[in-house]
């Protein structure tokens, strides 16, 4: 099978990359990224050189240059998380989230409708459910819930739900979506909660909590996500919304204090900032189906996950101190100049 993921340089990406790169040296796997600031190709650096693997520098919305690609590589199967990623981002500017997150899936969906292809599968989010009550812990999303969202980046990924169904049921193409929980791991980007916190935290800088602290995610360590996705697109039914989560509700003030705690650093790193406008309140995922159907099954609790994770960001000081100090931006310059792709 030939691959295309797209957004692969980024985290959820990157990490999912590895694991079919890895698991599976049979099928012939393409990373598209355009390489945003969210893209670094250090996090392709372990399986760059595997004979299965290849990288393309391209942007989802060039619609000439997406064309050329799938003409050229003829790909089975198209697995896209190619995004704008972070909600506050898309509060200060929404339009590039509308380009990348909406257009942008257009732009795949019409290639693979012109080209042929066995599954178009679009990585969706639990944010496209809007929130949830904190005094609720008994409701769940599920994946005939709503959409209902609250910043521009979940609309635009809402949007992009829309548009990948109405392919689906408009000219038969052949998709999933898959709307998973917050993820962290190796590999995520310190702008992000998780490593934003152990990196200041190991700076003994200050640690930005939102409001009170008192909202609520469900977090998901970054490799089940890539499991639930990589069964999806193998034994996965057209047509169908599966959600991904793993049970992990955590306020925001307890995934601080669980990382300052095992850093064995002090509390009073916490400082409370002006909150998010519009910020959502808590997310909770049902996996019921994907885990009764599929048989998924998350490997990693969030007290173990937790572990690793910093464990990881302790081992791997270079990766993010490259991007806390620019020089991952370089990195393409410095590694292919003289490298044709
Ligand atoms: P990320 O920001 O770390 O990575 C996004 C990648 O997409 C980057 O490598 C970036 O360079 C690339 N990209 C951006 N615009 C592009 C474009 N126009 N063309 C080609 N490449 C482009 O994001 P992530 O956290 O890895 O998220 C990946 C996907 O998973 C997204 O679709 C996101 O909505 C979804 N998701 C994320 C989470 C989470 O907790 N991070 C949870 C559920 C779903
Ligand atoms: P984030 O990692 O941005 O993911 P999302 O907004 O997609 O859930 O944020 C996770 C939670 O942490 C969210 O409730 C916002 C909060 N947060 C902070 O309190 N401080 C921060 O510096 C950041 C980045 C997030």
Known sequence: MKILVTGGAGFIGGNFAHLMVNQ?????????????????????????????FKFVKGNICDRDFVDELFKNEKFDVVVNFA????VDRSIENPEIFLETNIMGVQVLMDACRKYGIQRYHQVSTDEVYGDLPLDRPDLLFHEDTPIHTSSPYSASKASADLLVMAYHRTYGLPVTISRCSNNYGPYHFPEKLIPLVISRALAEESIP???EGANVRDWLYVRDHCTAIDLIIRKGKDGEVYNIGGHNEKSNLEVVK??????????????YVKDRPGHDLRYAMDPEKIETELGWEPEYRFEEGIKVTIQWYLDHKDWWQHIVNGEYQDYYEKMYKNREL
């Open 24 to 52: 599976y040296p049979e099928d012939d796997i393409v990373v598209l990224d355009a390489l945003t600031y969210a893209g670094n190709l250090e996090t392709l650096e372990p399986i760059m050189d595997k004979p299965n």
């Open 83 to 86: 995004a704008e990623s972070h």
């Open 209 to 211: 909590v939102y409001g």
């Open 258 to 271: 669980t990382i300052l705690k095992q850093l064995g650093k002090s509390e009073d790193l916490i400082t």
